[in-house]
């Protein structure tokens, strides 16, 4: 997912589908005293409801996984772990009851991983 910004889950275990746009990222310990990356999305349901989810990224765990992998962290990359955790939590309906959810530090590996790569074959591919 290239486009981490704005783009479309689903379907979900209803079959429903959501229009999820990013509406910030911060980090947590100046709102809510958590050493946590957090990312804020809004989902639009293709029924009209709307409902916002936050993603927590552990600020630990984050280094750990950018240094393994050699990586910056910077906000795309945040963005685009908790949109892959978002992804993770429409498809199978976990924690969708939650507006806060945090992010284990083993998922935040596979999404890390998932990541790179998605960039690799994005970059195979445009040659």
């Known amino acids: 997912m290239l486009n981490f910004r704005q783009f479309e889950l689903g379907p979900d275990p209803f079959g429903r589908k959501f229009q999820v746009l990013l509406k910030w990222l911060q980090t947590a310990i100046s709102i809510r005293h958590a050493d946590t990356v957090d990312v804020k999305f809004i989902l639009t349901g293709d029924d009209g409801a709307r409902?916002?989810?936050t993603i927590a990224l552990p600020h630990p765990d984050l280094l750990a996984v950018a240094a393994a992998g050699s990586r910056a962290v910077d906000d795309s990359w945040c963005a685009r772990l908790a949109a892959a955790h978002l992804r993770q939590?429409?498809?199978t309906g976990e924690d969708m009851e939650k507006d806060l959810v945090t992010v284990s530090g083993a998922d935040l590996e596979?999404?890390?991983a998932e990541i790179d790569r998605a960039e690799k074959s994005e970059?195979?591919?445009?040659?």
């Open 110 to 112: 596979r999404y890390a």
């Open 123 to 127: 970059v195979q591919a445009a040659r």
């Open 51 to 53: 409902a916002e989810k």
């Open 89 to 91: 939590l429409v498809e």
